[in-house]
Nanobody
Framework: QVHLVESGGGVVQSGGSLRLSCAASRSIFNISAMGWYRQVPGKQRELVATITGGSKTTYTESAKGRFTISRDGAKNTVYLQMNSLKPEDTAVYYC??????????????WGQGTQVTVSS
């Protein structure tokens, strides 16, 4: 069962912008936090930004000042606005959500990933 669906990836030139979206299905309840991670081949997945239900945000150092995470609680959707993109931002971006599927057992759910490529 697909719980998270990402969109908005693509190819952009250095200095450009992209906006990623991630919609959580109604099968995920009590979402306490959502976030974005990214991964390049041969490296571990790394945190980009997270946001809690109370809208507290955290960012990896390289994203501060360039990326903004936001959330629409009514739509169970999280966004990542990425500005001033650099070639080193090239990666597959994954969305996640911390919640439960109606069993009150908190777990982390992941989307399928969306490719972001920044050309120099």
């Amino acid at each position: 069962q697909v719980h998270l669906v990402e969109s908005g990836g693509g190819v952009v030139q250095s200095g450009g912008s992209l906006r990623l979206s991630c919609a959580a299905s109604r099968s995920i309840f009590n979402i306490s936090a959502m976030g974005w991670y990214r991964q390049v081949p041969g490296k571990q997945r790394e945190l980009v930004a997270t946001i809690t239900g109370g809208s507290k945000t955290t960012y990896t150092e390289s994203a501060k000042g360039r990326f903004t995470i936001s959330r629409d609680g009514a739509k169970n959707t999280v966004y990542l606005q990425m500005n001033s993109l650099k070639p080193e931002d090239t990666a597959v971006y994954y969305c996640n959500a911390v919640g439960d599927v109606g069993d009150y057992v908190e777990a982390t759910y992941w989307g399928q990933g969306t490719q972001v490529t920044v050309s120099s």
